[in-house]
């Protein structure tokens, strides 16, 4: 039952200060909170960061079954404080390294930026086992709490819908198309969820290279509500999707680079239609990437470009620089949809080209902060992240990963190498609950472990 | 622009009621800002709280009421607006700053707010107080919440559940 990964950790009890000390030291006073009724204690629990309520989940059995409320599921969803945090998805590690950029803020404890969270992982199939090894599955897409998997055997895809804290999994219906390693997409909201699985068909050498894409729609308000894959639609002409950049979403469209020249693809999820869009100084562009800028819960997202700008006129320094879509500008054509949001500042991007070295980087967006993270030159992990803090308008490194030598699979090859070696940036917000998951109850979603009566 | 002031008119401009502390205290209040309790609503709409009756409230203390009633006023137009789509940014953030000033006070007072706000359904001041409650025990560990809210000191198998937790948890303490 229990995941080997958990071994390795601390039995000790933690001691409560060590991690919080510096954060408004308040006593509670027993006198006056022992006599809190019990809605009022849940409806402070519910108003706990996600971190916060699964450390005091432990205080006693009742807080502990509170994760399988619905109706303290609801109240956490609606009452607790958004978290901008970003995963790190480490190829065959068996977990998700979490950093938390607004922690990076606080001069104290650095290590507190960093935390590891262990991954559901799906248990190999018994018997077909032996002969084509194991199925493995690599992350492809995060939203709203909910990270998807992608199986990594070509053919017949398996997209699994994870949320790695309550390690709760539903898969989707298997993809109607066959694909090699196809770049995805997903949006969930409360009630619904869209995920977007495009490019990269297997089709035979003979075959006119028409590269299409798949949908699936699933909406408590529609029928069924358990959703359904959306006959494909083609890419533009000439289309190139590099699987490792994934899609951003904003406004009912999912967006995508394409490469060779570089062009962002736009879907419209509605008419099932794409078109393109003409990037910024697309001939100078090196590694870019499309993000989701803002989208706390209370702003609107927008699409954003991160990328390298290389042109050798002396008087356009190389930078790295940030660009907004301009809203409604989809349908027009040319560089003139983007603004420019931010670049980098020459001394950052001195330190940040020598850790890149050329080879590129990952890169996400989650509320006030974009991370940005070189691509690694050894080890899986990552080195040398850097965030954008917007609020602040302030470039800073983040804290060194403390968790680069606890690396239990490094050299294991073979096993989750359908997206390449290397790991993905993923702007991923730890939620208790994702409805959205739900909506796949048809197919029976089951808890792996954790669920002692 | 003035409207047309029908005389059974729930929302007419201004319309007073008087609320009475447990300790006999009378608050004279718009029936809007009232109005942000639900349990008051319904007497309000019924007609109550008008003239010389005040509507008794034995389980509040005038200390606590008037500063239940400071964030009624407060947020009375904000309520009226229907969760303020129309609000501006300004408005918005001076809601906030408010809020967090509003909040800023000791811990008994805190714990009567919140009661208060419990029972008369004022959900936005209920979610705000225990918002503040909940920063105060965010980094707390399991021990010191049971502590806190007088729970006796784990049974030696609770102690090896807790424990269990913290090793399926343990990112969670990292």
Not at chain 1, 122 to 151: D, E, M, Q, R
Not at chain 1, 264 to 286: G, I
Not at chain 2, 68 to 82: D, M, Q, R, S, T
């Amino acid at each position: 039952m229990f995941n080997p990964h958990h071994l390795p950790l601390p039995v000790t009890l933690p001691s409560s200060s060590s991690s919080s000390s510096a954060a408004a030291v308040v006593d509670l006073d027993p006198r006056v909170w022992r006599r809190l009724p019990q809605p009022l204690v849940d409806r402070v629990l519910a108003c706990l960061p996600t971190p916060s309520f699964l450390r005091l989940r432990a205080a006693c059995r009742r807080f502990y079954s509170l994760l399988f409320s619905s109706p303290f599921l609801h109240s956490h969803l609606l009452l607790s404080p958004h978290l901008p945090f970003f995963a790190f998805a480490v190829p065959s590690s068996g977990h998700l390294l979490l950093l938390d950029p607004t922690a990076a803020t606080a001069q104290q404890h650095r290590s507190s930026s960093w935390s590891r969270l262990p991954l559901p992982l799906p248990l190999p199939p018994p018997g077909a086992a032996a002969a084509a090894g194991h199925a493995t599955f690599s992350p492809a897409a995060a939203s709203a709490g909910l990270l998807a998997f992608l199986s990594d055997a070509s053919g017949h895809k398996t997209l699994l819908l994870v949320n790695p804290i309550t390690r709760l999994l539903a898969p989707l219906p298997i993809c109607p198309n066959a694909r090699l390693s196809p770049t995805v997409g997903l949006a969930a909201g409360p009630t619904s969820f869209i995920a977007v699985v495009a490019g990269d068909d297997l089709v035979s050498p003979f075959a006119v290279k028409n590269i299409s894409a798949d949908t699936f729609v699933a909406d408590a308000a529609s029928a069924p509500p358990s959703g359904f894959w959306a006959p494909s639609s083609l890419l533009p002409r000439l289309s190139s999707l590099d699987p490792r950049a994934g899609m951003a979403f904003a406004s009912g469209r999912f967006y995508c680079m394409s490469s060779s020249p570089f062009a962002v693809l736009v879907f419209d999820v509605a008419t099932n239609a794409w078109t393109k869009v003409q990037p910024p100084m697309r001939r100078f562009l090196r590694s870019p990437a499309l993000v989701e800028l803002g989208g706390g819960r209370q702003s609107e997202v927008r699409v954003g470009m991160v990328a390298a700008v290389e042109k050798s006129r002396l008087s356009v320094p190389r930078s790295v620089r940030v660009w907004a879509l301009r809203s409604g500008a989809p349908s027009s054509s040319g560089g003139g949809a983007w603004t420019e949001v931010v670049r980098m500042p020459p001394d950052v991007h001195e330190q940040f080209a020598a850790a890149e070295g050329g080879r590129g980087f990952e890169c996400a967006a989650h509320g006030d902060f974009v991370v940005l993270a070189p691509r690694a030159a050894a080890g899986p992990a990552p080195e040398n992240v850097l965030i954008f803090d917007s609020r602040r308008d302030e470039w800073r490194w983040a804290p060194p990963c403390p968790y680069h030598h606890h690396h239990p699979y490094v050299g294991n090859g073979g096993a989750g190498g359908g997206g390449g070696a290397g790991f993905r940036l993923f702007a991923y917000e730890p939620r208790l609950a994702t409805p959205a998951i739900g909506l796949l109850d048809a197919t029976a979603p089951m808890a792996l472990h954790g669920m002692q009566g | 622009m003035a409207a047309p002031e029908s005389g059974d008119g729930n929302n007419g401009a201004a319309r007073m009621v008087t609320l009475i502390s447990s300790d006999n205290t009378r608050f004279e209040v718009e029936a809007a800002a009232a109005s942000l309790s639900q349990t008051l609503q319904l007497t309000i709409l019924d007609g109550g709280g008008g003239g010389g009756d005040g509507i008794p409230l034995p389980n509040v203390d005038s200390a606590t009421l008037s500063k239940v009633l400071e964030y009624c006023i407060k947020h009375a137009p904000a309520a009226a607006n229907g969760g303020a789509p129309n609000a501006t940014a300004v408005d918005r953030a001076e809601l906030e700053r408010f809020d967090n000033e509003f909040v800023n006070i000791d811990q008994s007072v805190l714990y009567s707010l919140i009661m208060a706000a419990h029972n008369l359904e004022i959900e936005g001041l209920q979610s705000l107080v225990a918002k503040k409650v909940a920063d105060m025990i965010k980094g707390k560990s399991p021990m010191e919440i049971r502590r806190t809210l007088g729970f006796p000191d784990p049974t030696p198998e609770e102690q090896a559940e807790m424990n269990a937790h913290m090793l399926e948890y343990g990112w969670a303490y990292e």
